[in-house]
Protein backbone atom coordinates (compact mmCIF):
# COMPACT_ATOMS: atom_id res chain seq x y z
CA UNK A 1 0.00 0.00 0.00
CA UNK A 2 3.07 2.49 1.02
CA UNK A 3 4.74 1.72 -2.17
CA UNK A 4 1.59 2.01 -4.31
CA UNK A 5 1.26 5.60 -2.65
CA UNK A 6 4.78 6.51 -3.14
CA UNK A 7 4.93 5.86 -6.93
CA UNK A 8 1.13 7.39 -7.68
CA UNK A 9 2.70 10.79 -5.79
CA UNK A 10 6.08 10.23 -7.50
CA UNK A 11 3.92 10.14 -10.94
CA UNK A 12 1.68 12.81 -10.25
CA UNK A 13 4.11 15.59 -9.37
CA UNK A 14 5.15 16.65 -12.93
CA UNK A 15 1.50 16.48 -14.16
CA UNK A 16 1.14 19.61 -12.04
CA UNK A 17 1.28 22.30 -14.75
CA UNK A 18 -1.09 25.22 -16.38
CA UNK A 19 -1.58 26.47 -19.96
CA UNK A 20 -3.37 29.62 -20.92
CA UNK A 21 -4.85 30.13 -24.43
CA UNK A 22 -2.53 33.40 -26.11
CA UNK A 23 -4.01 33.51 -29.67
CA UNK A 24 -7.04 31.21 -31.02
CA UNK A 25 -8.44 33.58 -33.76
CA UNK A 26 -8.10 34.39 -37.51
CA UNK A 27 -6.13 37.66 -38.36
CA UNK A 28 -5.95 39.50 -41.70
CA UNK A 29 -2.51 40.93 -42.25
CA UNK A 30 -1.85 42.93 -45.24
CA UNK A 31 1.83 43.21 -46.36
CA UNK A 32 4.35 44.93 -43.95
CA UNK A 33 2.23 45.03 -40.72
CA UNK A 34 2.36 43.18 -37.92
CA UNK A 35 0.09 42.03 -34.87
CA UNK A 36 1.41 42.26 -31.23
CA UNK A 37 0.10 39.80 -28.83
CA UNK A 38 1.25 40.63 -25.15
CA UNK A 39 0.96 38.44 -22.20
CA UNK A 40 2.91 37.84 -18.44
CA UNK A 41 4.19 35.01 -16.98
CA UNK A 42 4.74 35.27 -12.72
CA UNK A 43 7.70 33.55 -11.49
CA UNK A 44 5.51 30.53 -10.51
CA UNK A 45 5.37 29.73 -14.46
CA UNK A 46 8.73 29.72 -15.55
CA UNK A 47 9.83 26.14 -15.28
CA UNK A 48 10.16 25.25 -18.89
CA UNK A 49 7.85 27.35 -20.20
CA UNK A 50 6.94 27.19 -24.05
CA UNK A 51 5.04 29.26 -26.71
CA UNK A 52 3.30 26.13 -28.59
CA UNK A 53 0.47 25.71 -30.98
CA UNK A 54 -0.48 24.83 -35.10
CA UNK A 55 -1.36 27.97 -36.94
CA UNK A 56 -1.86 27.64 -40.96
CA UNK A 57 -1.94 30.68 -43.98
CA UNK A 58 -3.45 31.62 -46.89
CA UNK A 59 -2.66 32.23 -49.84
CA UNK A 60 -0.15 28.66 -49.35
CA UNK A 61 2.87 29.06 -49.34
CA UNK A 62 3.01 32.30 -46.89
CA UNK A 63 5.81 32.37 -44.72
CA UNK A 64 5.04 34.64 -41.59
CA UNK A 65 7.54 35.40 -38.62
CA UNK A 66 6.97 35.07 -35.01
CA UNK A 67 9.35 37.22 -33.03
CA UNK A 68 9.39 36.92 -29.37
CA UNK A 69 10.42 40.14 -27.08
CA UNK A 70 10.08 42.09 -23.72
CA UNK A 71 7.69 44.09 -23.37
CA UNK A 72 10.43 47.20 -22.17
CA UNK A 73 12.18 46.06 -25.76
CA UNK A 74 8.68 46.11 -27.98
CA UNK A 75 8.23 49.89 -26.16
CA UNK A 76 11.97 51.02 -26.81
CA UNK A 77 11.57 49.53 -30.87
CA UNK A 78 8.12 51.51 -31.09
CA UNK A 79 9.41 54.57 -29.92
CA UNK A 80 12.74 54.22 -31.41
CA UNK A 81 14.83 54.92 -28.28
CA UNK A 82 17.65 52.06 -28.28
CA UNK A 83 18.48 48.00 -29.25
CA UNK A 84 15.45 45.64 -29.41
CA UNK A 85 17.03 41.89 -28.33
CA UNK A 86 15.26 39.31 -29.44
CA UNK A 87 14.38 36.45 -27.37
CA UNK A 88 12.85 34.12 -29.44
CA UNK A 89 12.39 34.29 -33.92
CA UNK A 90 10.62 31.60 -35.75
CA UNK A 91 10.01 31.88 -39.76
CA UNK A 92 8.02 29.13 -41.48
CA UNK A 93 4.70 28.47 -43.59
CA UNK A 94 2.42 25.95 -41.85
CA UNK A 95 2.47 23.64 -38.73
CA UNK A 96 3.45 23.66 -35.60
CA UNK A 97 5.21 26.44 -33.58
CA UNK A 98 7.38 25.85 -30.42
CA UNK A 99 9.08 28.51 -28.62
CA UNK A 100 11.18 28.72 -25.39
CA UNK A 101 9.64 31.77 -22.80
CA UNK A 102 13.51 32.57 -21.24
CA UNK A 103 12.28 33.65 -18.13
CA UNK A 104 9.15 35.59 -15.96
CA UNK A 105 7.65 38.86 -16.79
CA UNK A 106 5.88 40.88 -19.39
CA UNK A 107 6.48 39.68 -23.28
CA UNK A 108 4.85 40.29 -26.25
CA UNK A 109 5.05 37.63 -29.15
CA UNK A 110 5.09 39.39 -32.99
CA UNK A 111 3.40 38.31 -35.41
CA UNK A 112 4.83 39.55 -39.04
CA UNK A 113 3.83 39.52 -42.15
CA UNK A 114 7.10 41.79 -43.71
CA UNK A 115 8.97 40.06 -46.76
CA UNK A 116 5.36 39.36 -48.44
CA UNK A 117 4.28 40.37 -50.93
CA UNK A 118 0.52 40.25 -50.65
CA UNK A 119 -1.82 39.99 -48.13
CA UNK A 120 -1.59 37.18 -45.36
CA UNK A 121 -5.02 35.32 -43.45
CA UNK A 122 -3.62 33.69 -40.67
CA UNK A 123 -5.60 31.34 -38.71
CA UNK A 124 -3.68 29.97 -35.35
CA UNK A 125 -4.65 28.13 -32.23
CA UNK A 126 -1.49 29.14 -29.84
CA UNK A 127 -1.13 28.95 -26.19
CA UNK A 128 1.76 28.95 -23.50
CA UNK A 129 2.13 26.14 -20.89
CA UNK A 130 4.59 25.58 -18.45
CA UNK A 131 5.08 22.94 -15.78
CA UNK A 132 4.90 25.22 -12.58
CA UNK A 133 1.71 25.51 -10.55
CA UNK A 134 0.96 28.58 -11.82
CA UNK A 135 -0.30 30.09 -8.24
CA UNK A 136 1.02 32.89 -6.27
CA UNK A 137 1.41 32.56 -2.81
CA UNK A 138 -0.20 35.88 -1.15
CA UNK A 139 1.01 36.18 2.39
CA UNK A 140 -1.80 38.87 3.32
CA UNK A 141 -4.59 36.70 4.22
CA UNK A 142 -1.89 34.32 6.42
CA UNK A 143 -0.39 37.77 8.21
CA UNK A 144 -4.09 38.89 8.88
CA UNK A 145 -5.26 36.35 10.60
CA UNK A 146 -2.03 36.03 12.62
CA UNK A 147 -2.99 40.09 13.62
CA UNK A 148 -6.36 39.06 14.32
CA UNK A 149 -5.26 36.20 16.82
CA UNK A 150 -2.59 38.25 18.29
CA UNK A 151 -5.40 41.06 19.00
CA UNK A 152 -8.05 38.41 20.49
CA UNK A 153 -5.01 36.98 22.70
CA UNK A 154 -4.57 40.62 23.85
CA UNK A 155 -8.20 41.93 24.11
CA UNK A 156 -8.69 38.30 26.10
CA UNK A 157 -5.86 38.75 28.48
CA UNK A 158 -6.28 42.22 29.46
CA UNK A 159 -10.35 41.00 30.36
CA UNK A 160 -8.52 38.49 32.42
CA UNK A 161 -5.99 40.92 33.75
CA UNK A 162 -8.49 43.28 34.96
CA UNK A 163 -11.15 41.10 36.38
CA UNK A 164 -8.77 39.90 38.56
CA UNK A 165 -7.33 43.17 39.68
CA UNK A 166 -11.22 43.92 40.55
CA UNK A 167 -11.79 40.79 42.59
CA UNK A 168 -8.84 41.07 44.73
Not at 12 to 37: C, E, K, V
Not at 46 to 70: C, H, N, Q, R
Request: net charge negative.
Amino acid sequence: MRISSLLLALLTIPLIAGSFTLLSDTLDMNIGTYRSIKFRITPEMVDSTYISGEFFTEPIPTKLEFILVTELDYIRGWEGRGEIDTLGVFYSENGDLEMEVPDFGDFVLIVSNRGNTSPVTLVAELSVSYKGSGVTYDSLPFGMTLLMTVLAVGVVLAAVLLTIKRMS
